[in-house]
Structures are given as structure tokens and as C-alpha cells.
């Protein structure tokens, strides 16, 4: 069965840093486009960044600049290194993955379990 697993969310004061991990796992995977959403109470779910396999990127503009994602095809992870942290980004970071099973031969998003990033003093 497949599964993201993320790691890496905590608690950091406004204007540190953080990195959180997702790495997909359970079968034979062919993974295209993986991402990082984030929700933050009272608000939806929304896009934070993005990295297809070709290695293209797409942020949000809140985070422009200050926000990085990367991945690591061998390891079918991606990784967001977030810098100058604002209150403001305090959110549950949830981990997504357009990917293909190959055993089953079906694509389809999957979804992390989320982690919490806290941004206070």
C-alpha cells in the first residue's frame, strides 16, 4: 500500500528555519509531480510549492523567496526548506503526491498524514 510519510514539523520562532521531508513508499512507484500544502485553522488547504519530475518548480507567492522545495527521485522524496519564518506560516503542512502504483498500474494523488508547523515566540 502506498504511503507518504512526512517529517520534520515543529515548533520555531519567526525567523528561523525548518525543513520538512515526505517520502512516498509501499510498492513499485513511478512519482510525477509532488508538493506541499498547507492549512492553517478557519482557512482551506492551499498549494505552498510544488516540483514536477523534470525538476520545475511553482510556489505561492506568500512564500516566494524564503521557501525552497527540492527532491530526491532515488529516494521518492521531496523535501520544502522553509526560511524566514512569519507566524503567518504556522500551519498543518500536508505532503502530495501524484504518483503512479505500477503494480497496479493506477495513478492518482496521495495525501500525507500532515504535520504541524508552529511560528511564535
Known amino acids: 500500500q502506498v504511503q507518504l510519510v512526512e517529517s520534520g514539523g515543529g515548533l520555531v520562532q519567526p525567523g528561523g528555519s525548518l525543513r520538512v521531508s515526505c517520502a512516498a513508499s509501499g510498492s513499485t512507484l513511478r512519482v510525477y509531480s509532488m508538493g506541499w500544502y498547507r492549512q492553517a485553522p478557519g482557512k482551506q488547504r492551499a498549494l505552498v510549492a510544488a516540483i514536477n519530475n523534470d525538476g520545475s518548480t511553482h510556489y505561492a507567492d506568500s512564500v516566494k523567496g524564503r521557501f525552497t522545495i527540492s527532491r530526491d527521485n532515488a529516494k521518492n522524496t521531496v523535501y520544502l526548506q522553509m526560511n524566514s519564518l512569519k507566524p503567518e506560516d504556522t500551519a498543518v503542512y500536508y505532503c502530495?503526491?501524484?504518483?503512479?502504483?505500477?503494480?497496479?498500474?493506477?495513478?492518482?494523488?496521495?495525501w500525507g498524514q500532515g504535520t504541524q508547523v508552529t511560528v511564535s515566540s
Open positions: 502530495n503526491a501524484d504518483l503512479k502504483d505500477l503494480r497496479l498500474g493506477v495513478r492518482r494523488d496521495y
